[in-house]
């Protein structure tokens, strides 16, 4: 079993747009302890299965955990298949990069399973094939992620808190959101100030430089996204942002004594709801 946990984005910034039609992107990423589990189990004719009991997660060459075992056996000529069974906890199209947690847990696994003696960096390098945050998710903790998003840069774990997650029952579209970004017209978030926050175990900093270049844009896509983010705030987080391309909204709280609250006032507006804390270190080599 290998677990694949969600990310958040504490900050994100786009920089511009590239030539090859993705943008150039500033991300502090950290994962939180809300994971999808993923089983993994030999196929001895060299078939690749996947097996959801999530409606919303394909089940065919489509899954982004299909696509990573599908490249591992062509690249290094395996001849074995894979059955992957995926427990989905994390929302499906959410921000919170479910779909490339699992395909970067698969790598993980497979690496073992299959005995391919891989680094990290290396399974990281072929994440990136995959999708621009799978090679985060191959590391997990907290980075910098910069370039289309997979150049990673590892950074020390965030000051202690608890994540509160609100999903609203919308799926977004990664490349819509891009798609509708208006880079001449960004408000840009100070990428230095949040990696200096973290390395100075500065909460109310880190709550201070909180800031997501795509926010703007989803909002407009979708007014309940910043309905969200009011009632956040109206119960108490300290600070609160929405992740990635959205549509899930995150609050922090430092103390314990405040998640029930915000959680409990969440729960009358979402049907998902989350109260997790920040993961500390790095995943393991699995
Ligand atoms: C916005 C972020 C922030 O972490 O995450 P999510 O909201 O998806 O979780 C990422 O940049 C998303 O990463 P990921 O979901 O892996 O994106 P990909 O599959 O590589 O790309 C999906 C589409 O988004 C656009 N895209 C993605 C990354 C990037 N740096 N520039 C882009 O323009 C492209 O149009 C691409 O076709
Ligand atoms: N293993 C998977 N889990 C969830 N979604 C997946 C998976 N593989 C492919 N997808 C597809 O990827 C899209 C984005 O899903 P996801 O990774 O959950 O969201 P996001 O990119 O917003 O973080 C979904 O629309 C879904 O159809």
Redesign the pocket.
Known sequence: MVK?P??INLSLDVLGKRPDGFHEVEMVMTTVDLA?RIELEIVRDGSIY?L?H?R???GDH??????AADLLQRRFKVKEGVAIT?H?Q??????????????AATLRGLNRLWSLNLTMDELAEIGSEI?S?VSFCVYGGTALATGRGEIIQELPCPPKCWVILAKPSI????ADVYRNLKTDRIEHPNTKAMVQAIHNQDFKAMCANLGNALEAVTLNMHPEVAHIKDQMERFGADAVLM????P?VFGIVEYESKVQRVYNGLRGFCDQVFAVRLLGGRNPLA
């Open positions: 694949a969600a990310k999808d996947i959801s999530d919303f997660v394909p489509r899954n982004l955990a299909y696509k995926i989905k994390i929302p499906v199209a959410a921000g919170l990069a479910g779909g490339s947690s699992d395909a999708g945050d799926g977004v579209s990664t992740s990635g391309s959205g899930t």
